[in-house]
């Protein structure tokens, strides 16, 4: 029997175990409805694939780890990775169906998790399942790993994956990350890397309390003022250009191979209000996907509420959050950060915290097997694209300190799915697309 | 009888008055209470003087106008002014005592507005009534101009003195405003001027929403960022100077008689953290009396609460103050931002809002006449000083521009009076000394 047969006749069974994954409300605080889904996967698991499974525990919620061995002995092991827990669905007066009930509507189904992330959990269970009943077996290792707290920012993966590496993820080449979704041009995408994050706050204090500027305006400095000094150490308004030391160091050019990927991205139109200036498409990717940013997310000072103060603030603090490309060092940049503002730091008026420290992922665009990949999935969707790096951050880096391996991110939801908010959904044809993206992802070991 | 021995035996009864008007609660909210503090003051005066008395109504609480006419057909009218409203005591645990009962406590008088401004304008009317004891009668017209709103702003002073210039207040050549404290030294001071102020509000809009960092990081412009550039169009960072068209014209130098007196001020210790440098005492005294200032009393963009949010805010807002002083212009101030800032405001991304906006005052420091109002106060408090211009704002300008008189502050309360917080009082020696810094003042006109 073909695969495409295979899903036809399955495609009730598909449904219906969506439809009984999502009816589990598996938010990371709701603890029993969290083993529900665990339980329900585990058992999902075994009855296809008489795998073995371990639960993992964390600090918080439990990591499901299958493990399908190859029907001969062979080398190569691969991991596939998603999550079972769900961002809550309190905005329920906006959803036009039960969040936890899946409805088919339109072509789509309509629930909490459809397409984050239990849908595309589902497209690699079952992906696995119809390549196992039609091949009798597989052509390589393959260990599922589930977590739980990815909606929480994946609190524990880290360290779990460390735990694991000595021995239950040894060897393993190869992961794949099933989660986002594809590009906004419908395409499904490969993603070779993402962008990581380095968030610090910087308060400055110049005077113990607040003072009053009838009193003290020309005797004591004003805070925003000074902080703008402080600002130009750090970041060139001229050129738009982040003064850091070593802020840039470790980034190499985009070569012309990845400018003709970057080519063959959907086109952009520039419209936003205040965007910055592009020549075209392709420059506004090299922006998103190959250079840092330098942002500020909040800045504080003084007053702004209700009525007038007429104070000259004691203290400002504001928020940084730069996303990082292959090569930048976090290390790095903190002491440069410390270096630059050395002598405020030591005077004690500047402080700085650092809160987020998640270092970029990039597989490259060299490595011969992504041709195959991608061959893989044009045979179920010819648009694919390859998306060199996702501009935004997902700890993908997990998988290459831990395991040395190399990560591949492949979203089976479609670009509207509306994860976190109201009427979430995957497409119908993308659920089962899926499921052939998995199936024919295994082909390939066979060769 | 001299005037010593007249105050000694009425000690008693100045006391009473004051125990009496402090037990008025003339909060502006209280409506009851502001109208029992307004009979209270009118009948005082009738009683003491069988003077006219007029209420002036405005739209929050009325101004209490007297008129003493001058025994003979003096030429001479001169005005005090004082207000009759105190600030609300919510803080009463911090009270040692009821805040409207007046206690004697090691010498000094307890409650609220026993310093800010009840005790003050009873040391005018008390003073009034000492000299027309001693003399029968008074060398010159005095008016006595008595508020009910200070402690808001003075809302309706402007209006009022505007209105009743043409007839009622027709001719005034010199108001006293007696109201503030002592200098830090515990000197009396003569004030010869204030400087004014002009606040505003700009905020810069670069995104109808904030965005996601991730996603947006490089292509949508940061408007913290974006905001220095504003800032540094109207503030030049390495010299400390506004930059904003027209900020400084019409300032003139400190002449060397200014400087002369400003040398006669108390010595400033420079301890406060990071307080700008000075050489010495006198240039501290230039830069807060006589140079504008240029604050940012507050600053808001994004998000600094609990938790991280990775946006690009899509706006900032500031607020700025200005202490002005004499020969600046506001609304030459105003234009000269909005030209500054005029390509984004015509873009619409600046929106600029104007908040204060009190003229300076200054009579400067060539009348002849000071010497003799500070020799006359000097009679009592050998320490006296004059400073030139008091450094925060008060709207003096207002008896200037309706009167065109000239306009000195004599504070009659101790420095340590603890306005507006809790504790406030006068203490004994002060109030006394005010009853006979005032008799001495009338005795200026009979020359």
């Given at each position: 029997m073909d695969n495409e047969l295979f899903i036809q006749k399955h495609q009730a069974y598909f449904?219906?175990?969506?439809?009984?994954?999502?009816?589990?409300?598996?938010?990371?605080?709701?603890?029993?409805?969290?083993?529900?889904?665990?339980?329900?996967?585990c058992q999902l698991c075994k009855n296809l694939f008489s795998c073995q499974i371990k639960i993992i525990k964390t600090k918080g919620s439990p990591v499901i780890l299958g493990e399908l061995n190859a029907k001969a002995n062979a080398k190569k092991s691969i991991l596939f990775y998603g999550h079972y827990d769900v961002m809550p669905a309190e905005?329920?007066?906006?959803?036009k169906t039960d969040p936890f009930k899946l409805t088919l509507r339109n072509g789509r189904l309509y629930g909490r998790g459809a397409g984050d992330n239990k849908g595309q959990l589902l497209g690699v269970i079952f992906g696995l399942y119809v390549y196992q009943q039609l091949h009798h077996g597989f052509p390589c290792n393959i260990k599922l790993l589930i977590e739980g707290e990815e909606e929480k920012g994946s609190l524990h993966l880290q360290s779990t994956v460390h735990d694991l590496s000595a021995a239950e993820l040894k060897e393993i080449q190869t992961v794949f990350v099933i989660d986002g979704s594809f590009n906004f041009a419908g395409q499904h995408v490969l993603r070779l890397g993402n962008r990581g994050l380095l968030g610090f706050e910087i308060t400055l204090t110049t005077n113990k309390t607040d003072a009053h500027s009838g009193n003290y305006g020309n005797i004591l400095a004003n805070p925003v003022l000074e902080f703008y000094k402080i600002l130009s150490k750090i970041y060139n308004f001229a050129?738009?250009?982040?003064?850091?030391?070593?802020?840039?160091?470790?980034?190499?050019?985009?070569?012309?191979?990845?400018?003709?990927?970057?080519?063959?991205?959907?086109?952009?139109?520039?419209?936003?209000d205040n965007q910055l200036d592009f020549q075209n498409s392709s420059d506004y990717y090299k922006k998103l996907m190959f250079e840092p940013s330098f942002n500020i997310n909040?800045?504080?000072?003084?007053?702004?509420?209700?009525?007038?103060?007429?104070?000259?603030?004691g203290k400002i603090t504001a928020r940084f959050d730069c996303r990082l490309v292959k090569g930048q060092s976090i290390k790095r940049i903190e002491a440069g950060l410390n270096e630059q503002l050395a002598a405020w730091i030591k005077?004690?008026?500047?402080?700085?915290?650092?809160?987020?420290?998640?270092?970029?992922?990039?597989?490259?665009?060299?490595?011969?097997?992504?041709?195959?990949?991608?061959?893989?999935?044009?045979?179920v969707d010819p648009q694919t694209v390859i998306e060199p790096i996702m501009p935004g951050t997902v700890p993908n880096y997990v998988w290459e300190q831990n395991l040395k391996a190399k990560v591949f991110t492949i979203p089976l939801a479609n670009f509207d799915q509306h994860n976190h908010t109201a009427n979430e959904n995957?497409?119908?044809?993308?659920?089962?697309?899926g499921i052939r993206i998995i199936y024919e992802l295994i082909k390939l070991y066979t060769d």
């Amino acid at each position: 029997m073909d695969n495409e047969l295979f899903i036809q006749k399955h495609q009730a069974y598909f449904l219906q175990t969506l439809e009984k994954l999502v009816s589990i409300q598996s938010i990371c605080k709701n603890q029993a409805q969290i083993d529900q889904a665990v339980d329900f996967i585990c058992q999902l698991c075994k009855n296809l694939f008489s795998c073995q499974i371990k639960i993992i525990k964390t600090k918080g919620s439990p990591v499901i780890l299958g493990e399908l061995n190859a029907k001969a002995n062979a080398k190569k092991s691969i991991l596939f990775y998603g999550h079972y827990d769900v961002m809550p669905a309190e905005d329920v007066k906006n959803w036009k169906t039960d969040p936890f009930k899946l409805t088919l509507r339109n072509g789509r189904l309509y629930g909490r998790g459809a397409g984050d992330n239990k849908g595309q959990l589902l497209g690699v269970i079952f992906g696995l399942y119809v390549y196992q009943q039609l091949h009798h077996g597989f052509p390589c290792n393959i260990k599922l790993l589930i977590e739980g707290e990815e909606e929480k920012g994946s609190l524990h993966l880290q360290s779990t994956v460390h735990d694991l590496s000595a021995a239950e993820l040894k060897e393993i080449q190869t992961v794949f990350v099933i989660d986002g979704s594809f590009n906004f041009a419908g395409q499904h995408v490969l993603r070779l890397g993402n962008r990581g994050l380095l968030g610090f706050e910087i308060t400055l204090t110049t005077n113990k309390t607040d003072a009053h500027s009838g009193n003290y305006g020309n005797i004591l400095a004003n805070p925003v003022l000074e902080f703008y000094k402080i600002l130009s150490k750090i970041y060139n308004f001229a050129e738009n250009k982040v003064k850091i030391p070593y802020f840039y160091d470790g980034i190499r050019r985009v070569t012309q191979d990845e400018e003709n990927i970057l080519h063959k991205l959907p086109a952009v139109s520039f419209k936003k209000d205040n965007q910055l200036d592009f020549q075209n498409s392709s420059d506004y990717y090299k922006k998103l996907m190959f250079e840092p940013s330098f942002n500020i997310n909040g800045i504080q000072s003084g007053f702004l509420g209700q009525g007038i103060k007429t104070i000259i603030p004691g203290k400002i603090t504001a928020r940084f959050d730069c996303r990082l490309v292959k090569g930048q060092s976090i290390k790095r940049i903190e002491a440069g950060l410390n270096e630059q503002l050395a002598a405020w730091i030591k005077q004690g008026t500047v402080e700085i915290k650092y809160l987020n420290e998640i270092p970029p992922y990039y597989a490259g665009i060299e490595d011969r097997f992504i041709a195959k990949i991608i061959a893989s999935i044009r045979k179920v969707d010819p648009q694919t694209v390859i998306e060199p790096i996702m501009p935004g951050t997902v700890p993908n880096y997990v998988w290459e300190q831990n395991l040395k391996a190399k990560v591949f991110t492949i979203p089976l939801a479609n670009f509207d799915q509306h994860n976190h908010t109201a009427n979430e959904n995957i497409r119908l044809d993308a659920y089962l697309q899926g499921i052939r993206i998995i199936y024919e992802l295994i082909k390939l070991y066979t060769d």
